[in-house]
Each structure stands twice: as C-alpha cells, then as structure tokens.
C-alpha cells in the first residue's frame, strides 16, 4: 500500500527551539519524496525535495529508507514558519499521495 | 507567468445541482491534477489529465464525477447531483511533464 503518515495534527514550539515535523511513507520501490508547505490564505508551495538535498528556509530533510521516514527538521524555529505542512510522496504514475497535514504554532 | 489559476474561489450549490470547478494551469504546463481536501484530512488525489486526454483516474468517485482537459481551455471537474459529503476545497496542480507540481489556490464548495 501506498501512504504517507504524520502522526502529528499540531506541533506547537516557541521561537527558537528546535522542530521536527514526522512523516513516515509506505511504498514498495524509490520513493520521491516532498514537503509542502501552506501559509495562511495562501496556496499551496513546495518546501523541500529529497532528490536535490537543498536547505530551504533552514529546514531540510532527510530520507531514511531503513526506517521509512522524511522527517523535516529546523534548528532554530521562527514565527513567519507558523502553518501547515504536508508531507507527500510521488509514485511511479506521477501523482502525489499526501500526508494528513501537521499544522506547526511558532509562539514567541 | 501568472500561477495556477482556478474559479471560483468559493462555490455554494444547493443538494441536486451540478457543481464546475475550473482550473487554468501555468503558461506551457501540459498536465493537470485534480485534488479533493474533505475537512481534517489531507489532500487526496483524483484525477491526472494531459491534454484531452485522462491518464489516471483512480481517484475519482465512480459516479457524478469528471474530469476534462480540452485543447483549448481550462481544466473542468464536474460534479452532477451533488451532495453534502462534496463539500471540500478541490485543488489543481500542474506541471511541464512529470516534474514539480505547482498548485492552484483551491475551490472552495458548499452544498447545503
């Protein structure tokens, strides 16, 4: 079966802490794998890509296959990162099959 | 190049009515996917067209549902009869090729 968990509905850190948003995927053979990322009244962006290993706005991502995951990490939260994340996975037929959303709360 | 562009933004249509979401993908994108977000969940996939044609519908409800990409015009998804459950924000993406998927703002649709 093909899905994408984030066992996380809201993570909610104060400034300056460090966060990590869990995303774990099922998927039989090379995953691709992406964040997005929805501010409020805004559309829907892309964050990161696992293939080409950049740091977007200081939050990166790594995939590890052992333990299926592609947990998004930042090591000094700010409060402009407050919204919704979604963690999605592409499968061979080109669509997106996504997580249910973590919605992360930077407090100051 | 503007972005994805969809209309309306926001739809109310009462039980029974037909439901047409539009969705204009960016300048020189050839494939267009339709997603459907119910409340509290996360976006589901529906619909993956290029033009005139459907190359996955997996997704989409076996009734009441459809999908179109003409050669001219925007994407349509067309909902017949619909029912309270429809309610959901629907959104579009598309791409050049089977690259990064670029979304529109959504369509927000009320049945009451």
């Known amino acids: 079966a093909q899905r994408v968990t984030q066992p996380e509905k809201l993570l909610s850190v104060f400034k300056g802490a460090p966060v990590e948003l869990k995303c774990n995927y099922s998927y039989s053979g090379s995953p691709e794998l992406f964040w997005y990322v929805q501010y409020s009244r805004q559309r829907l962006q892309l964050l990161l890509r696992?293939?080409s290993r950049e740091s977007i706005k200081g939050f990166t991502a790594d995939l590890n296959k052992g333990e299926t995951s592609f947990h998004l990490k930042k090591p000094f939260a700010q409060e402009e990162d407050s919204a919704m994340y979604y963690c999605?996975?592409?499968?061979?037929?080109?669509?997106?099959?996504f997580g249910q959303g973590t919605e992360l709360s930077v407090k100051p | 190049n503007a972005g994805v562009m969809q209309n309306p933004r926001h739809l109310v249509r009462r039980r029974g009515q037909e439901a047409r979401l539009r969705c204009s993908p960016m300048k020189g994108h050839s494939h267009v996917y339709w997603y459907r977000q119910l409340p509290e969940e996360g976006l589901k996939f529906m619909v993956y067209l290029q033009k005139e044609n459907i190359i996955d519908e997996s997704g989409m409800p076996k009734e009441r549902f459809s999908a179109e990409f003409p050669k001219e015009g925007p994407s349509i998804l067309r909902i017949q009869q619909v029912v309270r459950g429809d309610s959901a924000a629907y959104f579009c993406a598309s791409s050049p090729e089977e690259h990064e998927q670029y979304f529109g703002p959504g369509t927000r649709l009320t049945v009451t």
């Open positions: 696992h293939i």
């Open positions: 999605a996975l592409r499968n061979q037929g080109g669509k997106l099959i």
